[in-house]
């Protein structure tokens, strides 16, 4: 990049040295031929900048180097002299045939104007078309007419033309025996200048019509300033391409450093995403010895944590298991490749022996069944229709990145409030994937040999292989069970409940199919349009066959739609032949066949 550039300002400047060494440049005087008149401010030629001259000023070289002034109506003229002056310009023409070359020229439209000079015999010319013409009348004809009744004729008050000819033109302060004129100019003005033997030129520079007096140069001649322009240009040049070289070495080192202070930022964000390992000491460290207990579960117990960095992290410490630890290593890695906004991250892990144990990031809030089953809450936080409607939505894409965002399709196998953490926002985050199962996307059912997950949230296929195979549309069945749960605000499932009991999703299809309120904790009119939304959709997800429920995907636009458009699904089968016993709620880890 940088050879490529000074390349190309060397070529620019071999180009501006042959444009000054031709005068392209160059404002200083000039001529046509040796005896010619001189030429500089306000006339230039024709190939000099525009800056050189005045408007209307613009003269140009014959082939026979002849200074030539082109007047309005193409008429053009040679120049005898030119004086600065007094600010005039004698014109004449080498064809003789002025006074007929006038009948054309309009000097309205130039900066010209003729001039009055007392010494010289001067007279008003008339152009007559005549058919005759007395002898005594002084006149001529002019040299280069070709119709012979064309007369130029000097006339006084006394003299008056002809009734038989017709005037055409009228010519004033014309020389009676010479085919000179004279113009005078009155803008510029630039005599005091010329008094002062200084040059005139265009203020600062610019094509601004105002002058001003510049002190000449050494000579007036150009065989001196022009060395100079060229010298000035090929310092000011070669100072450019030092400058620029200088330059170029700067912006390459600083975006090398640049460059390694990007990829420095990348591997310590990649060493803080991405991890960590620890040792069971480490993990005793970082809980303080199990001092703080977050909750218990039947796969662990969950401890408050502080990392060496002052932030807070939940760490689950794992029933003793068995099994490969190496398959535990590998589902570790996937899972730490994870990162969305409604998914918990995973901070660390440990490994040591068949200690084992989870580190991720801490939530203030805890879980989500502390909140829309509020009687062992101790802060009894209550949550509007709006709010639960946008944790719908946040845990439906947190879905929806597991299902289609990752390298693999996770399927997590254990949706339920209890595994949906909240941040210090409220905002729902998914956690807990130790039934999780990885597989590719484009696999659209897995192979399992038994059933995983919490009673009252497994979809029949994942119960019995006999309703189909587990899929996505699993993990959609036990999301359409927990909108039921947040709508309503109690449990779908209850082991110690009467089985003769109309169980909570058939009494909300049975109201929305006949057209009734629900009546659920409303208190506006928006939470009736809400409540509504949330059950036609659950009631969708939890469809019994796996091929009629929708896509996470789609569920989530329905959820993020106005819900207008939502129909109640056909009824259920009896609850009878769903029905499953209480002799457990909580189906434990079995290995799986790939």
């Known amino acids: 990049m940088t050879l490529f550039f000074l390349l190309h300002l060397l070529f620019i400047t071999v180009v501006l040295l042959a444009m000054v060494g031709d005068g392209a440049y160059d404002c200083s005087e000039s001529r046509c031929g040796s005896d010619g008149p001189s030429i500089h401010f306000p006339f230039r030629l024709r190939h ?31 120049v005898g002299e030119i004086d600065y002056i007094s600010q005039q310009i004698r014109l004449y023409d080498p064809e003789r045939c002025l006074i007929l070359k006038l009948l054309h020229l309009n000097l309205s439209a130039s900066p010209f104007f003729f001039t ?120 000011l040049i070669l100072l450019g391409i030092i400058m620029m070289a200088l330059y170029e070495c700067y912006s390459s080192s600083k975006i090398e450093r640049e460059n390694q202070a990007r990829v420095e930022k990348f591997l310590d964000d990649y060493t803080a995403r991405r991890p960590t390992r620890y040792t069971y000491a480490d993990i005793k460290k970082i809980t303080n010895q199990f001092q703080e207990i977050l909750g218990k579960g039947a796969y662990g117990i969950v401890y408050k944590g502080t990392l060496s960095n002052e932030i807070h992290v939940a760490v689950k410490i794992l ?43 801490y939530l203030p809030n805890q879980s989500l069944d502390k909140l829309i089953f509020p009687t062992g809450f101790k802060d009894n936080i209550t949550l509007t229709w709006k709010k639960l409607h946008d944790i719908a939505i946040g845990i439906a894409k947190g879905l929806e990145y597991l299902h289609q965002g990752c390298d693999q399709q ?54 019995s292989s006999n309703f189909g195979k587990a899929s996505h549309k699993s993990d959609v069945y036990s ?48 939470d009736i349009i809400i409540a509504r939304k949330l059950s036609v959709i659950g009631l969708w997800c939890i469809q019994w066959n796996a091929i009629d429920r929708p896509s996470i995907k789609v569920v989530t636009q329905m959820l993020e739609g106005d819900g207008s458009n939502l129909t109640v699904p056909p009824p259920f089968t009896t609850r009878n032949t769903t029905h499953v016993g209480p002799s457990m709620q909580e189906l434990t880890v079995i290995s799986e066949l790939e």
């Not at 002809?162 to 302060?173: A, F, L, Q, V, W």
């Not at 490749?337 to 989870?358: E, P, Q, S, T, W």
Request: with cysteine; net charge negative; proline share 6%.
């Open 48 to 78: 000099q900048p525009e800056y050189c001259g005045y408007p209307g000023f613009e003269l140009s070289c014959d082939r026979e180097n002849q200074s030539i002034l082109t007047l309005p109506n193409s008429l053009t003229l040679s």
């Open 479 to 526: 999301f359409g069970m927990l909108l039921l749960e947040m709508v309503g605000g109690r449990k779908n499932f209850d082991a110690k409940a009467d089985t003769s009991q109309m169980n909570f999703p058939e009494w909300i299809h049975e109201r929305l199919n006949q057209g009734e309120e629900l009546k659920i904790r409303i208190e506006e009119d928006d």
């Open 410 to 463: 996770i399927l997590h196998f254990d949706i339920k409030p209890q595994n949906i953490l909240l941040d210090h926002n409220l905002n729902p985050k998914i956690s807990d994937f130790g039934l999780a199962k990885l597989c590719s996307k484009e696999k659209s059912v897995v192979t399992m040999t038994e059933a995983r997950g919490t009673m009252g949230y497994i979809a029949p296929e994942v119960i």
């Open 319 to 361: 029933n003793d298991s068995e099994g490969n630890g190496e398959e535990f290593i590998n589902e570790v890695a996937a899972m730490g490749k994870i990162h969305h906004v409604n998914v918990v991250r995973l901070v660390g892990f440990c490994a040591d022996g068949v200690r084992r144990a989870l580190v991720f990031e």
């Open 116 to 235: 009055v000079e007392p010494y010289l015999t001067l007279g008003d010319f008339s152009i007559f078309k005549c058919s005759g013409l007395p002898a005594d009348y002084q006149n001529q004809y002019p040299d280069c007419a070709s119709d012979k009744t064309i007369f130029a004729v000097a006339y006084s008050l006394k003299s008056l033309p002809p009734t038989t000819c017709k005037k055409i033109h009228e010519i004033p302060s014309i020389p009676l025996e010479t085919s000179l004129i004279t113009l005078s100019w009155l803008n510029p003005i630039c005599r005091y200048c010329e008094g002062l033997e200084k040059d005139c030129g265009f203020k600062n520079y610019t094509k601004q019509l105002t002058t001003q007096c510049f002190d000449r140069p050494f000579t007036t001649k150009g065989t001196v300033k022009k060395p100079l322009i060229a010298g000035g240009v090929i310092g």
